[in-house]
């Protein structure tokens, strides 16, 4: 047997090129469909390091207590096919499944098991290899944790076949603890260069609900099998979302998750789906999206009357609330998908940038968001919003700023910013958003730097070479970096303060980090990281 080596990667370099497609950081929306599989492939395919999934190998890696395998990758995977093994759960990975280590397997192999909780006795079956692990489904619990939700109290009876929810089995309160142990592994392992000198990370700030609080869903569906449809074969139409572990879709009436109207539209687009399925050559992914518009007549009220309706055309305009602030946008676009915890996010960033920049890091009140106006800092007069979609955080955090800049790449969310500084009859003389690249954001900006506040919120992949070398040469005074993928922020971190230090710069003080649960019962959770010019 050779022994194999490997080798976590740690450098900025290789993690801007692993992080993104790393399946341990799938996307918060579930893939479209492909086409059905119904049985596992039984071919045991050889193995390569492309088959490590980066952020999953640092789970392993700490499992293990160490990175070196006694095992030939040119030999199979030690295991027959489909083969089911009683195993102990040791730890959760990044993504929530559970870890199991067989030392008598493979020198150390590791099986990779969804829904379970820490300490478990499980059975597991092995469905699929990679280097020096395997995934597997999980058969039975044996010995249920003591922390384990009891089934009946689960919120969906979908949970633990549907791919949607990774989190249901636990107390809302093991999430937060689980979420908190994310962020902080994520600055661990992708800024650790840095680690030992930033702030503990804060607890995660809880969304006010965990269940019907996501005001979009977008269940797919299949077409008929025509083969079988010619055959006058009886057919089932799933409606749903993708199977745990598996390329099919699981038929589902309602999502716990989903708010009360988009459940609503759930109802009526199946009925619809179901009564003309066979009219549809293709599958599709449908879209429901809440929408909170006026009601005609009410406009001039203080406040006016809102309704709730379920949109489902990708290019009709989406009405959401945040506060007092009204934002309109494109129901195919991005906007954040939990807008009941929105109000503490904004309060929270709000203070974040106004926090003195000499003594900053002081204990905060639980955020809200109309609580800024008294802790304004008039040592920072500037505001630039990278990747401002339709103007959340610019047009939220407007207010003790001399003049607020936004950037996107998009060019309906600009026209949506725009026209939201507009709704929320802000000056368009002291607030603008561009249609440009954010890695060209300080091209045209001359705000004076030390005097400036930037609010980074970039997609998954987190910011590019250039963005941060930008950033450097602007050196901007205070910087709220805020993403739902704490791997690449905790790298981009890592990227900014190597960049400082190569120049010779005293770079920049890590103020606090926190994660935010806009995602209760997932796995995802979104980071906020505040920096501050030394
Ligand atoms: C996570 S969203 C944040 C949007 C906004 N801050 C919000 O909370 O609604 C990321 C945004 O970055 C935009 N984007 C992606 N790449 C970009 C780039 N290179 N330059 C500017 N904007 C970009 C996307 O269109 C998207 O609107």
């Known amino acids: 047997m050779s022994e194999s080596v490997i080798t976590p990667p740690s450098a900025a370099t290789d993690m801007a090129t692993a992080l993104p497609n790393a399946p341990g950081v799938l996307q918060e929306v579930a893939v479209e469909p492909k086409a059905p599989a119904t049985k596992r492939s039984k071919k045991v395919k050889k193995l390569t390091k492309k088959d490590i999934d980066e952020v999953l190998m640092h789970d392993i890696v700490d499992l293990r207590g160490h990175n070196h395998w006694d095992w030939d990758p040119k030999t199979p995977p030690p295991f027959q096919n489909f083969e089911e093994l009683e195993v102990t759960i040791g730890s959760l990975t990044q993504s929530g499944e559970g870890l199991a280590l067989l030392p008598d397997r493979g020198d150390g192999w590791v099986l990779v098991v969804p829904f379970v909780v820490p300490g478990e006795k499980v059975k597991a079956r092995v469905y699929r290899h990679n280097w020096g692990y395997s995934h597997a489904d999980l058969v039975e619990v044996i010995q249920p944790a003591e922390n384990r939700i009891a089934k009946d109290d689960i919120l969906c009876k979908y949970f633990g076949t549907c791919a949607g929810c990774q989190l249901q089995h636990f107390s809302y309160a093991d999430q937060m603890k689980f979420k908190r142990q994310v962020v902080e592994n994520a600055f661990k392992n992708y800024a650790s260069k840095y680690f030992a000198s930033l702030p503990p990370v804060d607890p995660v700030s809880q969304s006010p609900i965990q269940s019907e609080y996501r005001t979009k869903i977008t269940p797919h569906f299949e077409a008929l099998n025509p083969k079988h449809q010619s055959a006058g074969k009886a057919q089932s139409v799933q409606i749903g979302f993708m199977q745990a572990g598996k390329r099919r879709i699981l038929d589902i009436e309602e999502c716990p998750i989903g708010t009360p109207i988009v459940n609503e539209g759930m109802k009526i687009m199946r009925a619809e789906v179901q009564k003309n399925i066979a009219s549809y050559k293709k599958g599709a ?201 704490v791997q690449t922020q905790a790298r981009d971190l890592q990227g900014l303060l190597d960049r400082c230090a190569s120049k010779g710069l005293p770079g920049y003080k890590v103020e606090a980090i926190r994660g935010f649960d806009l995602f209760p019962q997932t796995r995802h959770v979104e980071g906020v990281m505040t920096l501050t010019r030394l």
């Not at 309706?309 to 959401?320: F, G, L, P, R, Y």
């Not at 960033?349 to 000499?358: E, G, R």
């Not at 990747?387 to 939220?396: D, E, K, N, P, R």
């Not at 970039?458 to 602007?474: H, I, N, T, W, Y």
């Open 285 to 485: 992914t449908m879209l429901l999206r809440e929408s909170n518009p006026i009601v005609p007549g009410t406009e001039s009220d203080d406040p006016p009357t809102t309704t709730k309706i379920c949109v489902t055309d990708h290019k009709a305009t989406i009405t959401e609330w945040v506060g007092k602030y009204r934002f309109d946008y494109p129901a195919g676009s991005f906007f954040q998908n939990n807008n009941a915890i929105l109000p503490s996010l904004i309060g929270y960033v709000q203070q974040q940038l106004h926090l003195p920049l000499s003594s900053a890091g002081a204990a905060i009140a639980e955020p809200t968001l109309a609580s800024t106006s008294t802790t304004l800092n008039h040592e920072i007069k500037y505001l630039v919003d990278a990747y401002c979609g339709s103007g959340l955080f610019g047009i939220t955090c407007h207010e003790g700023f001399k003049k607020v800049l936004g950037v996107e790449i998009s060019a309906a969310s600009i026209s949506c910013a725009t026209n939201n500084l507009v709704l929320n009859k802000l000056s368009t003389d002291t607030t603008a958003f561009h249609l440009d690249d954010a890695d060209k954001i300080f091209a045209h900006i001359d705000f004076p730097s030390e005097e400036t506040a930037l609010i980074i919120d970039p997609p998954r992949k987190g910011c590019s070479e250039e963005f941060l070398d930008q950033m450097v040469a602007f050196l901007p005074a205070r910087v709220v970096y805020v993403s739902c993928n």
